[in-house]
């Protein structure tokens, strides 16, 4: 169960690499003496489950991959079209099924090995023979051979509309072939070789992990020297250290403290979207496990889907920041999103949702205020799986078990974290769930995962479709649009698609996510939204960020922060509550200490 | 006498392993699932882990299997697919620094209160430490370490708020050190206030009961300085109770540990063992609270060992 | 006298059992009353399970439903409106609180009370019976005894799955031993009672021994250890509930200072939403701590020295 980001921040697929934009201004480097380092720290809210390409989905992991892997070709951070990344040049057959890309002369990786396209050759074919879940949606086509040192040469066996961009993690072969099948399914990967603009250096479990600014990348050395991840498990923590100066970034920032945030001048929000979104996932019942058979019905799922108020759920939890979900979002892009007909948007209208059940049967039959099966038995009574880490998770189901109430079907709610919902997602054995999905940049991954080929047959190899949902129509239109090379027609195919699997309903999107980041505007400036005007800064589909910042007013690093911080948040109301808590606190502390004065003396006042 | 404590802290551990293994072993149908998850593998690969995870075989040939592992440090794989060990050795370091620190600044401050507290029972003294290590003894540790974090971190950014260390910081050797220190600070305080109580309270006991025996009277009759006989008479004798409690009280304040973690998001086992639990990732849950235990029951053995030695009354013979 | 000896002749015996009974409990009811911690421990602790059943009257339960709360302000201080303002969900923080008592006493009290039953099962037979009976049970304590509580129970409630009830029984299950050491302690002096000896001597059977014999006598200590279980239970329920492995079922103290950590309330300076929760838990937790003290100190005259 790949990339799903635990927290509404964004993933990522491809790494940038080729890209350097020419407004990035080169720091006076004469200002820093060598052992004064420029670091970019950035606080962020999760941690790194593995960084291993093979088993790594984290959006934090991706971040990392980003930084030090390069890829043949990279993304514009306006648009995510094609830009040259390893590959200089690229061309194909007539056919479009061979694709020969020509790489940069003189590579190297960080270690100073020479990067070949026989590294190239290597990451890809290993990829397809050992199925690394990461690579296989871009490289499952795919058979790579080096035809010299810099050329390489990818077949492919089906037309691919997504070629020739090929934004695959490419691994230095000289460390992974000392690696086998078996070693690398608990390989750490944290050698720290790569090709891209940073490198892992330190990895402190629990803490944070370091990258150090790779002297051997191609493009345009960047102005930081090292990027700092620091993990905390509060957002308190998190929004804190971000005000105190402690780090100069965050990825995520609470909806209810964004305004408190925004009226710090040295902070600047930066509100983002690329696509990322969250759903409440029912199990259709076409795989494994034991699913309730009213949700094989797509009435019952319809039903939910009517009786959810997104409105509500945008406003309240999300404070507003997010939009009302309108189908799957199968791309960063937002071009390629569904356009619903007004009539048939979902809205919130519970006398709808509870005339199609009575209408298909579900009756009440024993007055408990469930509903039952037509067959008059086996309540409606559902299991919802939650995640443990996830305080919107935890929103959802306070607003969705009263809802379902209302329209009859008991749900009951359990938290689980992240590894176990996969399990019990992979076992079939659940009736809902809620979490969210960040797509790439082609929408072909996102669409695939709910074609039938993708339901979990055998839990020892899970599928994508987590909502167990097979439909001929859908799956049709999928193989269609994944081999037709004309824009506008796969455009429509995939809006069909879309439309079909909105009202077979085997999710009820709940909203889509603004990515909501801050950073300290006075120390940083030069930041990077991809894609342009409407994307986050950080934890996009490349790493133009980290690569184009420099110190605010582009030269010294400020050392102001320390007063400023020391000013803020000391206002006269909080001083008050200070004293009212404090005194509060000795209240206690006193009447405590007279019970027991009081107490003891009639101890001794007995004897 | 000492072989058979050492027989009974052996027997109490071989119980904690063996509720391990069969507690979990109900829950926990396909330990191996947890590790190849999400990817493809061989029949021969999958029996090969089956074999390595002792799934073959009964539950009693489970059951030895898993003591063989035990007995080599194998405790098993996380969902990341980490060695349990591994996990667990990360993250120790930190809850022994908490819990030395802390144990050993209760221990001091609430025997020197038992002390004074307990030489003159009743005294304004006596009833005001009493009372407060009471009022603090019956919060809850998360409220005692919420209200601190917005005292002293949040309103007035005194101390940090969480972890252990700022990643950032080049400090090295002793300064690294006291970093640490100032992170540790809060978090510590919850746990020396809110355990005080258990010293004091038995500090006070102990004093109350040599304070009565004849041997200080007769000090006292001989014209001793009431300090000194205090010194050098009373405390002797009534610190030994307070020393084996420092043994027994490890159970309780890593208890405390698990609260304090949590609330000050400092990555030791406390927090690690909520975040198996969680999960719920039972192969670490499983793994953390051996360990605990067998914690908890060799410092028992060592209180139950020293006692003897420090007080002639009940050396056996 | 002799008005007493009529009665003796002609009454039947167990109603001199139970006047002998009311009499003892109006003696130490009396005791009681000299202890001034417990006498105020005990007013706020009847006041406290007083407004936790009107609950239902003060505040409907509608007011915990979030959805039915979209109108009302988000962490909005302290007014005439929200007397301790409201929570990151829109409710009122009063209605949240009292809503949350009722869980909180009745876990705690029901964990007790299952403490204590396993504490004076174990301990009354183990005291009783003695040898082989003695040896298997005390070292069942022991156990219990020796394994940290918290992870234990952290332990238990994420194998056993977390409802209310999982909750209860786990809290009571990690409790009983030292109660049952001391029950023990208390049923090896009163096995050695004349009277018990006769009675044994006569050939009665054990379980008439224990429940005429034993038992009353056990039950004052039982009781003072009931009273002293049931602060720790509530701290257990609260903490559970912090570390987020309690119950999602209602509302508890312990829920609720998870949701304000969860919720930023310290850093946004929402006070409301944790101080009042914690001076709650505290309150109820040292009356109990006081009622307890008190009771031992009236069951247990040797304590009184102290």
Known sequence: MARKATRSIAATLAIAAGLMLASGVTPTADARTEDEKLTFTVGVSQEIDSLNLTNGYLVVDYEVWNLQYATLTDKSDNDFSIKPGLAETWESTADGLTWTYHL?????????????????????????????????????????????????????????????????????????????????????????????????????????????????????????????????????????????????????????????????????????????????????????????????????????????????????????????????????????????????????NPDRANDMLDGAGYADVDGDGIREMPEGTNPLKFRLNIRSDSENDKAVAEFVVPWLKAIGIEVNVKAVDSDQLTTIIGLGEYEMFTWGWVPFVDPDPELSYFTCGQITMDPDSPGYNDGNWCNAEYDALYEQQHVELDADRRMELVQEMLMVFYTEAPYAVLWKTDDIMAYRSDRWEGFVRQPADTGPILFTNSSHSYQNIVPAGTSEPTETTEADTAGNGETDDEGNLLVTVGAAVLVLLIIGGIIFLKFNKGQADRE | MIVRKIGVAIGTLFVVVTANFFLFRVVQTDPVAAVYR???????????????????????????????????????????????????????????????????????????????????????????????????????????????????????????????????????????????????????????????????????????????????????????????????????????????????????????????ETTFSIPGIGSELVRAAKGPDYALLQGIFLLISAAVIAATLIADLLYPRFDPRVRTP | MTETQVQEATQSRRLLARQRKLRSFGRLTKEFRTDTAGVIGGVVLLSFIVIAIATPLLFSSDELDRTLQIDQPKLASPSGEHLLGTDDKRRDMLAVLLWGSRTSLSVGLAAAVFAITIGALIGICSGYFGRWVDAVLSRIEEWFLVIPTLPLAIVLVTVLGGSLRTIIIVIGLTSWAGSARLIRAQTLTVKQRLYVERSRGLGAPHRHIIRRHIFPNVMPIILANLTLTVPVAILSEATLSFLGIGSFERESWGKTLEAAHAASAIRLGAWWYFLPVGILITTVVLSFTMVGNAVERVVNPKLRER
């Open chain 1, 104 to 348: 940069r002369e003189g590579l190297l990786w960080s270690d100073g090995e020479p990067l070949t396209a026989e590294d190239v050759a290597y990451t890809i074919n290993r990829s397809v023979e050992e199925e690394w879940f990461n690579h296989t949606s871009i490289t499952g086509n795919l058979t790579a051979t080096a035809l010299d040192a810099t050329t390489v040469e990818i077949v492919t066996s089906a037309p691919d509309p997504r070629l020739p961009m090929m934004d695959a993690y490419i691994l230095p072969k000289h460390v992974y072939e000392n690696i086998d099948t078996e070693a690398l399914t608990t390989y750490a990967a944290e050698d720290g070789v790569g090709s891209g603009p940073f490198t892992l250096t330190e990895h402190e479990p629990g803490q944070y992990w370091k990258l150090a600014r790779n002297e051997n990348w191609y493009g345009e050395a960047p102005a930081v020297d090292e990027v700092v991840f620091r993990y905390f498990a509060e957002a308190d923590a998190l929004v804190t250290s971000l005000e105190r100066g402690e780090v100069d970034a965050i990825d995520s920032v609470p909806g209810e403290q964004v305004e408190t945030l925004a009226a710090n001048e040295n902070i600047e929000i930066v509100q983002g979207n690329q696509g990322g979104f969250n759903e409440l996932a029912m199990n259709a019942g076409d795989g494994l496990g034991d699913g309730h058979a009213a949700l094989k019905d797509a009435v019952v799922r319809q039903a939910v889907n009517w009786a959810i108020d997104r409105e509500v759920l945008v406003a309240d939890v999300l404070d507003g920041y997010g939009t009302p979900g309108a189908g799957l979002v199968t791309s960063a892009s937002p071009a390629w999103d569904l356009v619903v007909p007004e009539d048939e948007t979902y809205s919130y």
């Open chain 2, 38 to 260: 999400g990817r493809n593998l061989s029949e021969a690969k999958k029996a090969e882990l089956e074999e390595r995870f002792n799934l073959n075989g009964s539950k009693l040939d489970q059951y030895v299997g898993y003591l063989e592992q035990l007995s080599h440090g194998n405790l098993g794989y996380t969902l990341n697919s980490q060695p349990v060990s591994s996990e667990i050795a990360e993250k120790l370091p930190t809850t022994l620094k908490l819990v030395g620190t802390t144990t050993i600044l209760t221990a001091v401050i609430g025997i020197w209160l038992g002390i004074r507290a307990g030489w003159r029972p009743r005294s304004k003294f006596d009833r005001i430490t009493t009372g407060i290590t009471m009022f603090f003894y019956s919060t809850s540790d998360a409220f005692f370490g919420l209200a601190l974090l917005y005292l002293f971190a949040s309103k007035n950014p005194w101390f940090p708020t969480g972890g252990l260390i700022d990643p950032n910081s080049t400090a090295t050797g002793l300064n690294r050190i006291l970093e640490q220190f100032h992170h540790l600070v809060l978090p510590g305080t919850v746990l020396v206030i809110g355990y005080l109580g258990q010293y004091s309270l038995v500090q006070r006991a102990a004093m109350l009961e040599t304070s009565g025996e004849d041997y200080l009277t007769l000090a006292r009759a001989k014209g001793l300085r009431d300090s000194l006989v205090r010194r050098r008479h009373a405390v002797p004798n009534a610190l030994l109770p307070s020393i084996t409690l420092i043994a027994l009280n490890v159970g309780y304040t890593i208890g405390g540990a698990i609260i304090v």
